[in-house]
């Protein structure tokens, strides 16, 4: 049997891959150890019938796909279900990686400091002040990037300036914003050239499939290193990421994690070999399900 690898198909045509992943898909096709099946994410994010083509066996399916809230994953894993389909991971595995507050207890010595806020309108200035030289804003999942808001806001601030910040930051996020507010503290990161050095890492059953550039850094940038990678191989989900970047100070710190099947490939990443990789720790951990 076969392991389906799930992408989004074109919106308008069902049977066609969604643009975004042609690449990937084109080189799947190449491994038989992969079924390939469609799904209309717009339709199915909008409450619509979960429609796959052409169709999907019985057994492991793993989603590549856009990024999802729990309660759409949820929903997403539990249609499946009811065809006898079982995604790669658990809606509280996705959650455990989606969710930064939820992995920040495990990896809270590897990453720079966080507040988390469930409740956006209740970030108090008074503790960012105490607890922060330097912050950034995010939600539980993403920051904004490519918009006039500031990377980093320098502590004290005052109530009416950090609401105005928020207010300004959930408009921008808009249909994505995601859990509540997270304040993370901002460090300095290496750069070469006009690139700061960060990898993504995508682990699959405790193992790394890949380690790949992840800012379009140079070729020469320090690499990270292996052992760094590993001591987050096993983090109570089948398949997820890990961002690392280097310290301007030295050293490497996590960034942000992510459930594998949300998370997109590196700039320029092999992907071929990430989907061979994928396959072949698939056949050595998980030869007697099939």
């Known amino acids: 049997m076969r392991v389906t690898i799930l992408f989004p198909s074109d919106y308008f045509d069902p049977t066609?891959?969604?643009?975004?992943?042609?690449a990937e898909y084109a080189e799947v096709i190449k491994l038989p150890a992969f079924e390939?099946?469609?799904y209309n994410h717009d339709a199915f994010i909008e409450g619509k019938k979960l429609q796959i083509y052409p169709g999907i066996n019985n057994g492991l399916c793993i989603a590549r796909t856009w990024m999802l809230k729990p309660y759409e994953y949820l929903r997403l894993h539990n249609?499946?279900?009811q065809m006898d389909v079982r995604l790669i991971n658990t809606p509280d595995e996705y959650s455990l990686m989606h969710l930064f507050p939820n992995i920040y207890p495990s990896i809270m010595n590897a990453t720079p400091?966080?507040?988390?806020?469930?409740?956006?309108?209740?970030?108090?200035a008074e503790s960012i002040n105490r607890t922060f030289k330097r912050f950034?804003?995010?939600?539980?999942?993403k920051s904004v990037k490519g918009y006039d808001f500031p990377a980093c806001i320098g502590t004290p601030v005052s109530q009416n300036e950090l609401d105005?910040?928020?207010?300004k930051f959930i408009e921008l996020r808009g249909g994505l914003f995601t859990g509540g507010i997270a304040i993370k503290e901002y460090v300095d990161l290496k750069q070469y050239g006009d690139c700061p050095n960060e990898y993504r890492v995508f682990y699959f059953d405790g193992h790394i499939i890949t380690i790949s550039r992840n800012s379009n850094q140079q070729v020469d940038a320090l690499y990270l290193p292996v052992d760094i990678a590993e001591t987050y191989a096993h983090l109570g989900s089948h398949y997820y990421t890990i961002?690392?970047?280097?310290?301007?100070?030295?050293?490497?710190?996590i960034l942000e994690t992510g459930d594998g099947q949300v998370s997109g490939l590196s700039p320029n990443q092999d992907i071929f070999k990430y989907y061979d990789g994928l396959r072949h720790?698939?056949?050595?951990e998980r030869s007697d399900e099939y």
């Not at 066609?16 to 042609?22: L, M």
């Not at 950034?136 to 999942?141: G, L, Q, R």
């Not at 105005?164 to 207010?167: E, F, S």
């Open 16 to 22: 066609r891959v969604d643009e975004q992943f042609q």
């Open 36 to 38: 390939v099946a469609f």
């Open 79 to 81: 249609n499946l279900g």
């Open 113 to 124: 400091r966080a507040m988390f806020f469930p409740d956006s309108e209740n970030v108090i």
């Open 136 to 141: 950034m804003i995010k939600d539980f999942v």
């Open 164 to 167: 105005c910040y928020i207010k």
């Open 243 to 253: 961002d690392f970047g280097e310290l301007a100070c030295g050293g490497f710190t």
């Open 281 to 284: 720790i698939i056949e050595q």
